[in-house]
């Protein structure tokens, strides 16, 4: 097994080129929010809670579609579009990125 390389990105600079890629695979916004957030405000059942999915997570990735609401209400293409981004494209370039953790997120 090869041994992992280190990220030649970290913080900002890795938020910066998570947006810059997300852009491209066609999401309108791009977030992170420290994992403390659900904690703090309490609208979430803790079982569906950041930490209680990765035990080690401190941001969590926000992304958005804009959508007006007839293409919501009768297509799927807007779950598509998330499943290409977030089941496969963004996780497969973040570990290109040097299979960082993200752990290395810090908001």
Same mark, same amino acid.
């Given at each position: 097994?090869? %041994? ?7 913080? !900002?600079?890795?938020?910066?080129? #998570? ?5 491209? !695979? ?7 929010? %420290?994992?403390?957030?659900? *904690? *703090?405000?309490?609208?979430? &059942?803790? *079982?569906?809670? =950041?930490?209680?999915?990765? %035990? ?6 926000? #992304?958005?579609? !804009?959508?007006?609401? &007839? #293409? ?18 963004? =996780? *497969? ?15």
């Amino acid at each position: 097994m090869e %041994p992992r390389k280190k990220s030649s990105v970290e913080g !900002q600079e890795l938020k910066d080129h #998570i947006i810059e890629f997300c852009e491209a !695979q066609g999401a309108d916004l791009v977030g992170f929010a %420290p994992v403390e957030r659900w *904690d *703090d405000a309490g609208e979430v &059942p803790p *079982d569906f809670r =950041p930490r209680a999915l990765w %035990p080690t997570a401190l941001t969590v990735i926000v #992304i958005g579609l !804009q959508m007006p609401l &007839p #293409i919501v209400e009768t297509t799927l293409w807007s779950e598509e579009l998330l499943k290409r981004v977030l089941a496969s494209a963004l =996780p *497969d370039y973040i570990k290109k990125e040097g299979e960082i953790s993200l752990a290395k997120l810090k908001t």
